[in-house]
């Protein structure tokens, strides 16, 4: 396919009226505009004309490829025929508070809605085209075209009029020749002044700078690869290096001159511009309720949101591995030039649906699993059985291995081994093997893990009911250990401390009547005083524990001990893990800094003051010494720690949090915790978190085919090295993000190859071996590329490497990072995939349109914020919590869904459909739910009819609701009942435990709320989606310029 070359229009052309439409893709498309929808193979593809564009070759995963190319079959890859959608990169910012300096600078800044349809017009948005174009260029406008003339640049920032009003034609649809499925930002009217000066007046100023130089706002020189002078390359934090920031601005998003007088504008239809909510809609309907089978390479899975079946024919489940892009580039050149990150995102233990196999296990007795000599690759599809089976060429270093005796079996006529589909290491993507001996710690089979509840009793967690909850649920939830597949009761075994200044370890030994108590209270020599009777096996010691968990409430009831100590607490829980030669886990529940004297004491290091500055960065790294030194001997025993935090004032979280976020932990936070409002949300996390699916003493490494590798990892682990991925743990929510860079060139034929690897012990106490594979395309094309990328998967990568990038770069330089990487990618779009068209028209990849809604969220989430109204701890902890998520968490967490409940269809099995997340979707009458994985709110608006209240909340009208009420009471009427069935769902398959807030319109509480709502301004400080829009047109503008 021949790409055409980006044809600057005149610098400030007028804006074409309408969108003028791309064509792309092959073939004819569908008369209207549609969304170019993800995730489906687009409407009639004819196919391209011969030798103009190789389509990447393929074989059939669950086969090796074939040295011999005749039996690639050049079609299967449906020509990147899975436009995907993918949510954007969770990327936190601080845009300023809306406080608009340049208003003052021109006379009168037109209202709002003007601003936006002046700058908007002046973007005249394009539609996105979906890929590679066609070869001639046609007239591509769909509107009806008028003679415009245009104007020479004006001077420095002054918008230049157009030549009298004009009212763009829309056409109802597009001219025929119109290839591509197109998105309905054709449907803009859009007339007014080109985008001369910069975005919008009544903006604010949304990067912290000084504000733009000149009157009335600034042009700047396109950059090239390198900065201006004299400002260092932001080099690989991001992938690749980026363009400094420009001269004029540093990072603001400048303001407009005011004034833009001009012809009567039309309010700028937000609903023209794309929407996750409608991508994830239409990916659902064409791919939703479909068997996903996996024996492509490079193709690109349905959106994370999207309800589908796998079936592994021999590559990795997207439940298991998802990608940011599933056809690399060629040359590192490329690589560059576009500014993709190439990584996955691993999931290594995510729960299956019930309808899906869980992974076979592979026993190959004392010899072990199979493995390439030279690379040290697992036997998988993509090894290559040669001279008659006797040898197999490795697809990862080509090393030609023999094959061992008792594993040879004769080859079919299509050279493939006859118990091919007998041996799911050579037809699957995902599956175990046994391991033997030499993969043990000391060469000695493991013993099963144990889990330690460590209660601080201190005057705090006894005063508010805590302890005695904590004791009641843990003797139900003892009996819901996870176990082994298959196996009656869980090897797992249990071992109790309570604490205060001083550790209380339990012997619960079963032949005990009573329990009996240890109290150690030289904490600087952290020692476990019993072995025997501390960790045992619930089921036999099941009275003696009850008797333990009786006592305990009772035992400090009376307690003023107000201080509290932390290391000593996991020191303990790691000396038991050692002296009884086994991994585990730690269950820790705190609710006050520890101040006591002993190793780990802190002091309260809080300073507002440093937010906004160089040094805002400390306030995320935790404080050096003793807790740096306690992850590494965590790690080294298999000793992952989970902390329950029960917070009243600051915690120093950043510190606390540092073994947990090392160690594969997690941590949970119930700020002011009070047992009526928060206990059942706490005891859901509780119970989430002992009967999770979980791997223990982990070590994971991603091998990968010649010509790129793993330079990069994110997530809750250790490196110890720069290969081995070190987890204490490793659970079915924690994901690790992996970046490949290039060290050679890859083959269009060949394709990439990629194998993770984790070791780890089960909860039955088996050594065991979790493979998965995953093999991508590779191009010389830079439009298959970007039609092969994965939204939700990009923002991922951006979400975590911006978290990484907060402790040692300041905020405005992560947020500019961030910016400039979004501009880039989406210009070099432009610039090499997209036809010819008017400068003035915003262009985007159909698979990255609605990156910038989820790149903005992203740069307003807490640690990104740089607002003094944010409490240091939260944004700690929210920083620590994206590091460890998987694709569908930062996807839910960018982009909260908010669901009308108030007129949906009771009868309905059927959940309603979420809206975009805007103010300008509610509505004074009805009822909302609104979640992002971590918080819940019902926002009930004024003007809610009194029957809905009687029907919800048994009050006859919404002046009587009053408290803190967070469960709906139960009711026996259909509304009611799909209410909370509703809620009830999304709280079980969350992660997370959510606890809902019930909010009414115009009450207090409702401004929290209101932060969720992502495609407005942000309450920190912040753009709204369209003023970000609006501005990462203009960088892309002053890129290709």
Not at 66 to 92: D, E, L, T
Not at 510 to 539: C, I, K, R
Request: hydrophobic share 35%.
């Amino acid at each position: 396919m021949s790409q055409q070359g980006y044809v600057a229009a005149p610098p400030y052309s007028q804006a074409q009226p309408g969108m003028g439409g791309y064509q792309g893709g092959f073939g004819a498309g569908p008369a209207q505009p549609l969304y170019g929808h993800y995730g489906g193979q687009p409407q009639a593809f004819t196919a391209p004309p011969t030798g103009m564009m190789k389509s990447p070759v393929s074989s059939a995963a669950g086969m090796p490829p074939p040295p011999v190319s005749n039996q690639y079959n050049p079609n299967v890859q449906q020509n990147g025929a899975h436009p995907q959608r993918y949510p954007a990169p969770p990327a936190v910012s601080a845009y300023g508070q809306p406080q608009s300096p340049y208003n003052s600078m021109a006379s009168t800044a037109p209202p709002p809605a003007q601003q936006l349809t002046n700058q908007m017009s002046s973007m005249n948005l394009g539609n996105y085209a979906p890929g590679p174009m066609q070869s001639a260029p046609h007239p591509t406008s769909s509107v009806a075209q008028q003679p415009f003339q245009t104007f020479p640049p004006p001077a420095m920032g002054q918008p230049q009029m157009p030549p009298g009003p004009q009212s763009p034609h829309m056409s109802p649809h597009m001219s025929p020749q119109m290839s591509p499925p197109q998105s309905p930002l054709a449907s803009m009217p859009m007339a007014g002044p080109p985008m001369a000066g910069p975005p919008m007046a009544g903006m604010g100023r949304p990067f912290p700078g000084p504000p733009p130089s000149g009157p009335g706002g600034f042009q700047q020189p396109g950059l090239g690869a390198a900065g201006p002078a004299g400002y260092p390359q932001q080099g690989g934090q991001f992938g690749g290096h980026m363009a400094g920031p420009q001269p004029g601005m540093p990072g603001a998003f400048p303001g407009a001159p005011g004034g833009l007088a001009g012809p009567p504008q039309k309010k700028l239809d937000p609903d023209s511009i794309p929407s996750i909510t409608q991508v994830i809609e239409d990916d659902q309907a064409k791919r939703g309720g479909q068997i996903y089978s996996t024996n492509i390479r490079g193709q690109v899975p349905p959106l994370v949101t999207t309800d589908f079946t796998v079936q592994d024919q021999g590559n990795a489940s997207p439940r298991f591995m998802r990608c940011t892009t599933y056809s690399l580039p060629c040359t590192a050149d490329l690589a560059k030039q576009c500014q993709v990150p190439l990584a996955s995102i691993i999931k290594p233990f995510a729960n299956l649906p019930k309808n899906e196999t869980p992974l076979y296990v592979v026993n190959h007795g004392e010899t072990g699993p199979i493995r390439c000599n030279r690379c040290k690759a697992y036997m998988c599809p993509y090894m290559q059985f040669i001279d008659g089976g006797r040898r197999y060429q490795c697809g990862f270093c080509n090393c030609v291995n023999e094959v061992p005796v008792f594993y040879f079996q004769h080859l079919d006529h299509m050279g493939r081994r006859v118990d091919f589909y007998e041996r799911p290491e050579l037809s699957l993507g995902s599956y175990e093997f046994v391991a033997t001996m030499d993969y043990c710690r000391n060469n000695k089979p493991p013993n099963p893990p144990a889990y330690i509840f460590m209660i601080d009793v201190s005057y705090n967690n006894i005063k508010s009911g805590l302890v005695k909850l904590i004791c009641d649920e843990l003797k139900t939830l003892l009996e819901n250990l996870p176990s082994e597949e298959g196996t009656e009761s869980s090897a797992i075994k249990v071992g109790f401390v309570t604490y205060n200044k001083v550790l209380h370890f339990y012997n619960v030994k079963s032949a005990l009547a009573q329990p009996q108590m240890m109290v150690v209270s030289d904490t600087a020599e952290m020692f476990v005083p019993l072995l025997d009777g501390f960790l045992v096996n619930y089921q036999d010691s099941r009275t003696v524990i009850y008797n333990l968990l009786d006592q305990i409430p009772d035992m400090f009831a009376d307690t003023n001990e107000s201080e509290t100590v932390f290391v000593p607490v996991i020191q303990a829980g790691m000396e038991a893990f050692k002296a009884a030669e086994c991994s585990g886990k730690l269950f820790i529940f705190q609710s006050s800094m520890p101040t006591a004297e002993a190793p780990g004491k802190l002091k309260n290091r809080d300073d507002k003051k440093l937010v906004n500055t160089e040094k805002e960065k400390t306030l995320f790294q935790p404080q050096k010494g003793v807790y740096e030194q306690l992850s590494k001997e965590c790690v080294a025993q298999g000793c992952c720690v989970d902390l329950f935090l029960f917070p009243s004032q600051y915690m120093d979280i950043a510190t606390m949090a540092d073994v947990p976020s090392h160690t594969g932990g997690s941590v949970y936070k119930y700020c002011n915790f009070q047992v009526e409002t928060d206990g059942e949300h706490f005891l859901r996390d509780l119970r989430k978190d002992v009967q999770k699916s979980i791997g223990f003493d982990a070590i994971m490494r991603v091998r990968t085919s010649t010509g790129f590798r793993a330079t990069e990892f994110f997530g809750a682990v250790h490196m110890n090295n720069t290969t081995d991925i070190e987890m204490a743990a490793v659970d079915c929510d924690k994901a690790v993000t992996v970046e490949f860079k290039h060290d050679d060139a890859l083959s269009e034929e060949t394709g990439a190859l990629m194998q993770c690897a984790l070791l780890y012990t089960t909860v039955g106490g088996q050594r065991r071996l979790r493979i998965h594979n995953l093999s991508l395309n590779c191009s010389l094309q830079l439009s298959e590329l970007f039609k092969s990328c994965e939204t939700d998967s990009l923002i991922n990568f951006f979400a975590k490497s911006a978290c990484r990038a907060i402790l040692s770069q300041p905020l405005k330089n992560v947020k500019e990072i961030l910016v400039n990487q979004t501009a880039h990618m989406l210009a070099c779009y432009r610039k090499n995939c997209a036809s010819p068209s008017a400068a003035s028209q915003l262009i985007l990849p159909d698979a990255m349109k609605v990156f910038p809604v989820y790149m903005n969220s992203l740069m307003k989430t807490a640690p990104l914020v740089g607002s003094t109204e944010l409490s240091t701890d939260d944004r700690a902890h929210q920083r620590l919590l994206i590091m460890g998520m998987g694709v569908e968490d930062t996807q839910l967490l960018l982009y909260p869904r908010l669901t009308p409940l108030h007129n949906m269809d009771v009868s309905s099995e059927a959940h309603p459909a979420p809206v975009r997340c805007s103010e300008e979707r509610l509505t004074d009458s009805g009822m909302f739910l609104l979640e992002n994985g971590h918080s819940m709110f019902l926002w009930l608006g004024q003007g809610i009819p009194p029957d809905l209240i009687q029907s919800i909340f048994n009050l006859p009208s919404l002046a009587h609701l009053q408290g803190q009420m967070c469960v709906l009471p139960e009711l026996d009427n259909p509304l009611s009942n799909k209410v909370r069935s509703i809620i009830n769902g999304l709280i079980e398959n969350r992660p997370n435990s959510m606890k809902l807030n019930i909010v009414r319109q115009k009450d207090k509480p409702e401004m929290l709320f209101r932060q969720f709502l992502v495609e407005d301004k942000g309450l920190h400080g912040g753009a709204s989606y369209m003023d970000f829009l609006c501005y990462v047109h203009r960088e892309i503008r002053q890129l290709l310029t």
